[in-house]
Nanobody, 118 residues
């Protein structure tokens, strides 16, 4: 069993920055990939950023150039640095970890609220 715990959410003004953290209860070495998803009211959950075990990163077009995903294997932690925040970024952000052959199983955190005011 793996637990993912997010932190770092909060209320910021447009143009501000926020850094989210996701701490895993086990070594993230076992994961094929980790990432951040978000879900705003009335919208589907969407992938924001992901990083593979090999270090390859992917970002949603809407956050490219503004968000950066990184990880610290020694701390079992993945981060999402969010800069130049926009009101459209307001959502609950969820940490995700994929494991297994073909990334067939996912673990999810409880979510952390990010609110960007205009």
């Amino acid at each position: 069993q793996v637990q993912l715990v997010e932190s770092g959410g909060g209320l910021v003004q447009a143009g501000g920055s926020l850094r989210l953290s996701c701490v895993a209860s086990r070594s993230i070495f076992i994961f094929n990939a980790m990432g951040w998803y978000r879900q705003a009211p009335g919208k589907q959950r969407e992938l924001v950023a992901a990083i593979t075990s090999g270090g390859t990163t992917n970002y949603a077009d809407s956050v490219k150039g503004r968000f950066t995903i990184s990880r610290d294997n020694a701390k079992n932690t993945v981060y999402l640095q969010m800069n130049s925040l926009k009101p459209e970024d307001t959502a609950v952000y969820y940490c995700n970890a994929k494991v297994g052959l073909g990334s067939s199983y996912s673990y999810w955190g409880q979510g952390t609220q990010v609110t960007v005011s205009s």
